[in-house]
């Protein structure tokens, strides 16, 4: 599996943007699909997952700002990220887990910037 990550950039607090996952490869290995965020000087976090079966999760840093969504037509993962405050600023990765191992494939990250 191998995915493609964009549509980070600088926005204003306050802002929105959305990120992309573009997934190719063997799509139908994929389990689950996570956005993850790596902030400056912290440990890289999960902030938003999409299980196969639809189901959301979200850490109460993003909850009811951030949202997870899929089509599976594009094999495409999305990241709608609304109210962003500076403390969302980083790297954006998004992953996959696949197959019965549970591996988890990274793409590259996308970087994200909120100005204050």
């Known amino acids: 599996v191998q995915l493609q990550a964009s549509g980070g950039g600088l926005v204003q607090a306050g802002g929105s943007l959305r990120l992309s996952c573009a997934a190719s490869?063997?799509?139908?290995?994929?389990?689950?699909m996570d956005w993850y965020r790596e902030a400056p000087g912290k440990q890289r976090e999960l902030v938003a997952r999409i299980t196969s079966g639809g189901s959301t999760n979200y850490p109460g840093s993003v909850e009811g700002r951030f949202t997870i969504s899929r089509d599976n037509a594009k094999n495409t993962v999305y990241l709608q990220m609304n109210s962003l405050k500076p403390e969302d600023t980083g790297v954006y990765y998004c992953?996959?887990?696949?197959?019965?191992?549970?591996?988890?494939?990274w793409g590259q990250g996308t970087r994200v910037t909120v100005s204050s």
């Open positions: 490869g063997r799509v139908f290995s994929i389990n689950v």
């Open positions: 992953a996959a887990i696949v197959g019965d191992r549970g591996l988890t494939m």
